[in-house]
């Protein structure tokens, strides 16, 4: 029932990676931070070892993963509300009750470590007895009532009302499902050539769009290959916008908002004259490192691109526009309460002057990839339909079964390609992504 990993019992009493993924989720849900950062911001994270900070990672992750079915859990054992708990208290019982309910944790070791936590914190210390007894019941009871839990009720209700009325039910029901896991690591092998042979030294298996999939991921510095270069870790989802450029060697193409750069990656692989923009300097350090790694060459410029032109009109543009991101759950699940509706207003208004400035920097009959890493129509469907309606300059490029082995389905009528996390359920899903690909006119 859930994430259960075997080697969590055996380890030592887990105090400190208890303590550190109660106040990194507290942090998260109270001042909307990342997961990494929340965790990276915690006292004692860094000088833990190796294993209690995986060990705090994967409590905090499961707690934000699996937090509105935990939630409907304790509240069978509690005469009031959670929420009017104290932030801290609501923490110690959501973390505590992920260990017993989803991860296979020893009761004891959860219940007596988190009654301690609570005495720590003059927040928490006057609810020992009632943190305790809660435990104590979830441990006994919670497994019957969790069973009857909706995965969607780890979603927020403004997602879940806008996913229904997109995908309907049914396939909103598959999309919650698929955020319920840990993604795997895919890969995306710089030389195609060598797909198979990497494949076999990293006990990867090969999905259709040619990605490899490893379900272990662990530290992907020490696994064969990264330190030569010969490949890089990238959602198969977030592959796919790259193949559509159909890139050829001296080709020019702008990777726009580059950052982390596994696009940049992938098109300066085609032999094509890349140049990555991105508004920060600092994510395109990352950019540059990864080059270095693999050997590839781009150019960098950290600028914003609304006010950027290329010296003379390029062949292609590939944009990932800044979103919500509300497709990457299953990697950042965080999203799901850091994330507001209200979000979108100044992103979609971005996007929009993010696309006029890709059409300027296109020769005519030049392409231009669009694509989000959001599931919300407004950043996606909505987006492309005004292209249509209002940018004569560019035309459709409809996307064709040929090119997206595998995923047939995803087409829309419009020759778009809607991805979520629904699909490629016997490969373990992928990212929800939107991408559109146009030409513009001479």
């Not at 270069?229 to 198969?236: F, L, P």
Request: hydrophobic share 40%.
């Amino acid at each position: 029932m859930g994430l259960v990993h075997a080697s969590w019992p055996q380890m030592n009493d887990g105090l400190d990676s208890r303590r550190v993924a109660a106040r990194a989720f507290a942090d998260v849900m109270k001042r909307h931070r990342t997961l990494e950062s929340a965790l990276e911001a915690a006292p004692g994270f860094r000088q833990m070892e190796a294993r209690d900070r995986a060990f705090a990672w994967a409590i905090t992750a499961t707690s934000l993963r699996r937090a509105g079915q935990t939630e409907a859990v304790l509240a069978n054992f509690l005469s009031k509300p959670l929420a009017e708990t104290s932030n801290m208290a609501q923490a110690l019982l959501i973390t505590a009750a992920t260990q017993l309910l989803w991860m296979g944790v020893p009761a004891h070791a959860v219940v007596s470590s988190t009654v301690d936590l609570a005495v720590e914190s003059t927040e928490t210390q006057r609810l020992k007895g009632l943190i305790n007894a809660v435990l104590r019941k979830t441990a006994t009871e919670g497994a019957g009532f969790a069973i009857k839990t909706a995965p969607q009720s780890n979603l927020p209700d403004w997602m879940r009302a806008t996913w229904r009325k997109a995908y309907g039910p049914g396939r909103l029901s598959r999309i919650a499902d698929a955020h319920l896991n840990s993604p795997p690591l895919d890969i995306t092998v710089k030389d195609s050539k060598e797909r198979e042979k990497w494949a076999s030294k990293l006990d990867a298996r090969i999905l259709p769009n040619g990605t490899l999939r490893r379900d272990e991921v662990g530290d992907i510095t020490i696994l064969p290959g990264f330190a030569e270069g010969a490949w890089w870790a990238q959602d198969a989802a977030a592959s796919i916008p790259a193949t559509l450029i159909k890139a050829r060697k001296d080709d020019h193409v702008v990777d726009l908002c580059a950052a982390p750069g596994g696009k940049t990656l992938q098109l300066a692989s085609t032999g094509a004259r890349v140049t990555a923009i991105d508004i920060s300097e600092q994510r395109l350090e990352r950019v540059q490192q990864n080059l270095d790694r693999t050997g590839l060459v781009a150019k960098i410029r950290a600028t914003d691109a609304r006010g950027w032109t290329p010296k003379k009109p390029v062949d292609a543009v590939l944009l990932d526009a800044p979103c919500t991101a509300t497709g990457t759950l299953r990697r950042h699940p965080e999203a799901a309460w850091i994330k507001q509706r209200s979000d979108m207003k100044g992103l979609i208004e971005l996007q929009r002057a993010l696309i006029k400035s890709a059409i300027k920097m296109l020769k005519p009959g030049g392409k231009l990839v669009i694509c989000t890493c959001s599931l919300q129509p407004e950043e996606g469907e909505d987006i492309a339909r005004k292209i249509r309606q209002h940018m004569s300059e560019l035309d459709v490029s409809p996307i064709s079964h040929g090119e997206v082995p595998g995923l047939a389905e995803a087409i829309t009528p419009e020759g778009h390609l809607r991805l979520t996390p629904a699909l490629w359920k016997e490969h373990g899903s992928m990212d929800g992504f939107f991408i559109a690909r146009f030409i513009k006119q001479n």
